[in-house]
């Protein structure tokens, strides 16, 4: 079993920078690839970011490549989301997620999921 808590979501203006925390509790963390999804109102979950459970091999999203980075701290079983240049668009509820399956895209192939955080950017 794996628990994770978001945190670090919060209102920020466009161009600004957050940074999303993921601390996880249960002995098998290091071994779960982890990812970032998020939901904004009116639409279906989708993929930010994953990462394998080393921290050797990643994954983004077309739309925040080169703006978001995936990061994780096997010792302190936390992952972090650092989003930069934020937009509009990026505003949701921001949930991490743990798979033996992965680093993958799939929601469906994660098993654990936080109860989420919620990022808002106004422009």
């Known amino acids: 079993q794996v628990q994770l808590v978001e945190s670090g979501g919060g209102l920020v203006q466009a161009g600004g920078s957050l940074r999303l925390s993921c601390a996880a509790s249960?002995?098998?963390?290091?071994?779960?690839?982890m990812g970032w999804f998020r939901q904004a109102p009116g639409k279906e979950r989708e993929f930010v970011a994953t990462?394998?459970?080393?921290?050797?091999?990643?994954d983004y999203a077309d739309s925040v490549k080169g703006r978001f980075t995936i990061s994780r701290d096997n010792a302190k079983n936390t992952v972090h989301l650092q989003m930069n240049s934020l937009k509009s668009e990026d505003t949701a509820v921001y949930y991490c997620a743990a798979g033996q399956n992965g680093p993958v895209e799939n929601p469906d192939e994660y098993n654990y999921w936080g109860q989420g955080t919620q990022v808002t950017v106004s422009s």
């Open positions: 990462i394998n459970w080393r921290g050797t091999n990643t």
């Open positions: 249960g002995r098998s963390f290091r071994y779960y690839a």
